[in-house]
């Protein structure tokens, strides 16, 4: 039986459930008034997963809701989770997220890239509804907007780390997309340039998973890097899996999301970890206070959003210490990591002399890779 038969019945049976329900009680949600402040006893949060949230990618904006949750003062039954709404199933996304809004939802995050269309199909089939999608790029002029981060700031600091400690010189990456996706490859080529800033002769091999949420992929790409040669393995993927594997051989790594300490403690340098609670906190106070706007948040390490995790006392050294540390101060004075001219990995050249590259050049054009870059196919 297909997926996509299995997604049309689950939808069919789910609209005559709605059917049902709307027959006999009103829809629970609080309609909110944009613009105007509200009272917070009126909101009611509602976050789709794709996971369990039990690690990594999805317990990161987990754990941001709850960061959010304490400093507003909500209550526990204002916030619904939505667990295990996997994104290449836009049927069942639809599905939850109507679910969410008739269980009282007036605040949608959906956090996952494959979530962004069925939010901007719904934004307008319910404008009394706020819906912010992560790490998408649409958004309209009421009700709709989306969010992330300049999150190869802190991948360039994890660079410079990895770049310092690696002995054999060959550093591995596990990639969740491939060249096309600008946010894995711009957090790739920032994380290839710290490393090349404390490191000219380290190279950085990778293995695509294409998939965002892929642990037996997670541990054979760790596997075949490991194989390579690999003494440090990074990764831009959903789950600790590499690091457990890099731990299990007996190299280190670089975490990502979470602090990935609690799974590898004897392996990870440090992680590059995302503080989502930043963000909500400022949705959900922006919606309360009435001035929200749908224009796209972007932060960085700035405001607190991005950073790594503090350095494995047990296996950095105080050079590399003093490194991150300079490098950290160079962004924050300014530095963008993306400046000037870069030689990609098949000799062209990309940037501008004396410029750095925009954020949306960033977030969307970065169709290349650096230099010391090679893929493991």
Same mark, same amino acid.
Request: proline content about 2%.
């Given at each position: 039986?297909?997926?996509?038969?299995?997604?049309?019945?689950?939808?069919?049976?789910?609209?005559?459930?709605?059917?049902?329900?709307?027959?006999?009680?009103?829809?629970?949600?609080?309609?909110?008034?944009?613009?105007?402040?509200?009272?917070?006893?009126?909101?009611?949060?509602?976050?789709i997963h794709v996971d369990l949230a039990e690690s990594g990618y999805s317990y990161a904006h987990d754990y941001g809701i709850r960061e959010a949750q304490r400093e507003l003062g909500l209550r526990d039954d204002q916030i619904i989770r939505?667990?295990?709404?996997?994104?290449?199933?836009?049927?069942?996304?639809?599905?939850?997220?109507?679910?969410?809004?008739?269980?009282?939802?007036?605040?949608?995050?959906?956090?996952?890239?494959?979530?962004?269309?069925?939010?901007?199909?719904?934004?307008?089939?319910?404008?009394?509804?706020?819906?912010?999608?992560?790490?998408?790029?649409?958004?309209?002029?009421?009700?709709?907007?989306?969010?992330?981060?300049?999150?190869?700031? +802190?991948?360039?600091? @994890?660079? %410079?780390?990895?770049?310092?400690?690696?002995? &054999?010189?060959? =550093?591995?990456? *596990?990639?969740?997309?491939?060249?096309?996706?600008?946010?894995?490859?711009?957090?790739?080529?920032?994380?290839?340039?710290?490393?090349?800033k404390v490191n000219p002769e380290a190279e950085i091999i990778v293995v695509v998973t294409h998939s965002w949420f892929d642990p037996p992929g997670e541990r054979h790409a760790a596997q075949r890097l490991i194989a390579e040669g690999c003494?440090?393995?990074?990764?831009?993927?959903?789950?600790?899996?590499?690091?457990?594997?890099?731990?299990?051989?007996?190299?280190?790594?670089?975490?990502?999301?979470?602090?990935?300490?609690?799974?590898?403690?004897? +392996?990870?340098?440090? @992680?590059? %970890?995302?503080?989502?609670?930043?963000?909500? &906190?400022?949705? =959900?106070?922006? *919606?309360?206070?009435?001035?929200?706007k749908t224009e796209p948040y972007f932060a960085g390490l700035k405001e607190g959003l991005v950073d790594i995790t503090p350095l494995h006392e047990d296996l950095v050294t105080p050079e590399m210490e003093y490194a991150v540390s300079q490098?950290?101060?160079?962004?924050?004075?300014?530095?963008?990591?993306?400046?000037?001219?870069?030689?990609?990995?098949?000799?062209?050249?990309?940037?501008?002399?004396?410029?750095?590259?925009?954020?949306?050049?960033?977030?969307?054009?970065?169709?290349?890779?650096?230099?010391?870059?090679?893929?493991?196919?």
């Amino acid at each position: 039986m297909s997926n996509f038969f299995i997604s049309y019945v689950r939808l069919i049976l789910f609209c005559l459930i709605l059917f049902f329900f709307n027959g006999c009680q009103q829809n629970n949600t609080k309609h909110l008034q944009l613009g105007s402040e509200l009272n917070r006893e009126n909101i009611i949060i509602g976050v789709i997963h794709v996971d369990l949230a039990e690690s990594g990618y999805s317990y990161a904006h987990d754990y941001g809701i709850r960061e959010a949750q304490r400093e507003l003062g909500l209550r526990d039954d204002q916030i619904i989770r939505k667990f295990n709404v996997v994104d290449i199933d836009g049927i069942l996304v639809e599905a939850v997220i109507r679910e969410t809004i008739i269980e009282g939802a007036n605040i949608i995050f959906a956090t996952s890239w494959g979530h962004m269309e069925v939010c901007e199909k719904l934004a307008e089939i319910y404008p009394e509804v706020v819906f912010a999608h992560a790490s998408g790029y649409r958004y309209n002029d009421t009700n709709f907007t989306n969010y992330f981060g300049r999150i190869y700031l +802190a991948r360039y600091l @994890s660079g %410079v780390a990895a770049g310092m400690h690696t002995k &054999t010189n060959k =550093i591995g990456f *596990v990639a969740a997309q491939d060249i096309a996706n600008s946010e894995v490859t711009g957090g790739l080529n920032a994380f290839a340039i710290g490393v090349e800033k404390v490191n000219p002769e380290a190279e950085i091999i990778v293995v695509v998973t294409h998939s965002w949420f892929d642990p037996p992929g997670e541990r054979h790409a760790a596997q075949r890097l490991i194989a390579e040669g690999c003494d440090v393995i990074a990764q831009h993927s959903n789950t600790p899996v590499a690091q457990i594997e890099a731990e299990l051989s007996g190299v280190w790594g670089i975490g990502y999301n979470t602090d990935m300490r609690r799974e590898a403690p004897n +392996a990870v340098l440090t @992680s590059v %970890v995302w503080h989502w609670g930043v963000y909500y &906190t400022y949705l =959900i106070n922006s *919606v309360l206070d009435g001035s929200f706007k749908t224009e796209p948040y972007f932060a960085g390490l700035k405001e607190g959003l991005v950073d790594i995790t503090p350095l494995h006392e047990d296996l950095v050294t105080p050079e590399m210490e003093y490194a991150v540390s300079q490098a950290r101060e160079r962004i924050l004075d300014g530095f963008n990591v993306f400046e000037g001219l870069m030689e990609t990995n098949d000799a062209q050249i990309v940037g501008r002399e004396g410029e750095s590259l925009t954020d949306e050049e960033i977030t969307s054009g970065i169709n290349w890779y650096y230099r010391n870059v090679s893929l493991l196919r």
